[in-house]
């Protein structure tokens, strides 16, 4: 049996139940292995001073510090973060948290292997612990964990030297590794580990009925993500402003939305593109297979589950060349790969509407992006690493404290 701790501070909780789902996902899956016993730490980062002078942060303080989780045993200790210091002290704050936490987890569960789900601080906080309690590590690089923490001044030396030291590393895709690689971290150790989508509720629907229920008649153009600078819905917006009769619907939340909102009214079009506000991921299959396109302009990316989930539901995307998007996109009925300003998008969309790929051929293109697959990976890697550390080191020394 491999026992598992699963440290990540990019997991859902009550107060945030969209965040990081596809972490949650690919956890819930790990745990359902018949060979793996895992436990889950998920951190929550806050600030020293009462959380009542920043609403941001109330609810966060009263998410439990310890609660069965989807039918996991989850911890959701708490650690200091300092507002305005960029993260620099992170890592120091979350290792001085969780040594104890994990000395007492380990009293009734020996682990054999700290599986970290993002870079940052997660990562390097893993690594330090890995070597107290004499076990391997893993850590698995998403995105922004890697474009914003690997190259900011105050923390890209924390998250590249723990690519160096950790026994295993995960990229969600090529592109992911060759930035990694880029940075200093070496690349004949990093593995590639895809996403997945569940294929049984990411898949085609009726998309007449799904438009009548929005209110919608004509083409569909939806976009998912934060409304943040680096997702682009501004240039989406505008894109589908210039494009007559085509709806464009925008789900997700953040500070831009003020911004966009601006957008709209200025564009003219505002009887056909709405904000939908953040919406529970349980209504994405829905919104995903109602469109005709789904776009998303993001400036950096990983290899982003919206795009997988879209093309499950047969609904081809138009993106830009981020991330793992040529892994992605690699055949015509996948979608198209664009330069990142609003004429491209508007071109690339109009081609789509007017000689669309059949859902079949497009939802085939999502075919390899299975959990079950990623769970089989992961599981193999995992227990590789325990395996190859047990050779070299001995078996890990439990008692550690």
């Given at each position: 049996m491999l026992?598992?701790?699963?440290?990540?501070?990019?997991?859902?909780?009550?107060?945030?139940?969209?965040?990081?789902?596809?972490?949650?996902?690919?956890?819930?899956?790990?745990?359902?292995?018949?060979?793996?016993?895992?436990?889950?730490?998920?951190?929550?980062?806050?600030?020293?001073?009462?959380?009542?002078?920043?609403?941001?942060?109330?609810?966060?303080?009263?998410?439990?510090?310890r609660e069965t989780w989807k039918g996991l045993d989850t911890r959701r200790p708490r650690f200091v973060t300092i507002p305005g210091t960029r993260g620099r002290f992170h890592t120091a704050a979350l290792v001085r948290m969780l040594r104890p936490l994990l000395a007492e987890i380990r009293r009734d569960f020996a682990f054999d292997v700290i599986d970290a789900e993002f870079f940052f601080p997660d990562g390097p906080a893993a690594v330090a612990l890995g070597a107290h309690f004499g076990v391997p590590v893993s850590i698995k690089a998403r995105g922004a964990d890697i474009h914003h923490w690997g190259t900011a001044p105050a923390t890209a030396a924390q998250v590249v030297a723990a690519g160096r030291k950790a026994q295993g590393t995960l990229a969600v895709s090529l592109?992911?590794?060759?930035?990694?690689?880029?940075?200093?971290?070496?690349?004949?150790?990093?593995?590639?580990?895809?996403?997945?989508?569940?294929?049984?509720?990411?898949?085609?629907?009726?998309?007449?009925?799904?438009?009548?229920?929005?209110?919608?008649?004509?083409?569909l153009v939806v976009s998912l993500g934060a409304l943040i600078p680096r997702k682009g819905h501004d240039i989406v917006l505008r894109a589908v402003a210039s494009l007559p009769g085509v709806s464009l619907l925008i789900a997700g939340e953040g500070p831009e939305r003020a911004a966009l909102e601006a957008e709209i009214l200025r564009s003219g079009a505002s009887d056909r593109i709405r904000l939908l506000g953040s919406l529970p991921h349980a209504d994405l299959p829905a919104l995903l297979a109602t469109a005709d396109v789904m776009a998303l302009a993001s400036s950096s990316e990983g290899l982003a589950n919206a795009w997988v989930e879209s093309l499950a539901c047969g609904t081809p995307i138009v993106i830009t060349d981020a991330g793992g998007a040529g892994e992605v996109?690699?055949?015509?009925?996948?979608?198209?790969?664009?330069?990142?300003?609003?004429?491209?998008?508007?071109?690339?969309?109009?081609?789509?509407?007017?000689?669309?790929?059949?859902?079949?051929?497009?939802?085939?293109?999502?075919?390899?992006?299975?959990?079950?697959?990623?769970?089989?990976?992961?599981?193999?890697?995992?227990?590789?690493?325990?395996?190859?550390?047990?050779?070299?080191?001995?078996t890990p020394r439990h008692s550690a404290a």
């Open positions: 026992r598992v701790l699963t440290l990540s501070t990019l997991f859902p909780d009550v107060s945030r139940p969209n965040f990081g789902v596809f972490v949650e996902r690919q956890t819930l899956g790990l745990a359902a292995h018949p060979d793996v016993d895992l436990r889950l730490v998920t951190p929550l980062g806050l600030p020293p001073w009462p959380t009542a002078m920043l609403a941001h942060y109330r609810p966060l303080a009263a998410v439990p510090e592109a992911m590794k060759a930035d990694m690689a880029a940075i200093g971290m070496p690349a004949e150790r990093i593995r590639v580990h895809r996403t997945g989508v569940d294929l049984t509720r990411f898949a085609p629907r009726d998309r007449a009925a799904g438009k009548a229920a929005l209110g919608i008649a004509g083409p996109v690699d055949t015509p009925a996948a979608g198209r790969i664009v330069p990142r300003d609003a004429g491209a998008f508007a071109a690339a969309i109009a081609d789509l509407l007017a000689d669309p790929p059949t859902r079949d051929e497009t939802r085939n293109a999502a075919a390899r992006f299975t959990w079950e697959a990623n769970t089989a990976a992961l599981y193999e890697h995992l227990s590789g690493l325990v395996d190859h550390f047990r050779d070299f080191h001995g």
